[in-house]
């Protein structure tokens, strides 16, 4: 698997604007954002920037969100 940054390009409150997750593929990603979501919604994720930032050589076999940043009011 590999480690990918997932980023929305705007900033509202009480929502996820980023994700650091270790998954397979970029469609992946983008699918994990979206169960993930709060007042931002689903649809911001699909055209979110996604950033290969290297491979993942820990034990999990299962795709994960490493780290969030969530802004909240």
């Known amino acids: ?14 929502a996820f604007c980023a ?3 270790v ?4 469609q992946e990603v983008r699918e994990i954002a979206k169960n993930k979501c709060a007042d931002e919604g689903k649809d911001v994720w699909d ?8 491979e993942y ?3 999990e076999t299962e795709p994960f969100v490493l780290l969030s940043h ?3 009011c």
């Open 1 to 14: 698997m590999k480690i990918y940054k997932i980023n929305i390009k705007y900033f509202i409150y009480d």
């Open 19 to 21: 994700h650091i997750i």
């Open 23 to 26: 998954a397979n593929s970029e």
């Open 47 to 54: 055209s979110a920037e996604i950033e290969e930032c290297g």
């Open 57 to 59: 050589t820990g034990k």
């Open 70 to 72: 969530f802004n909240a």
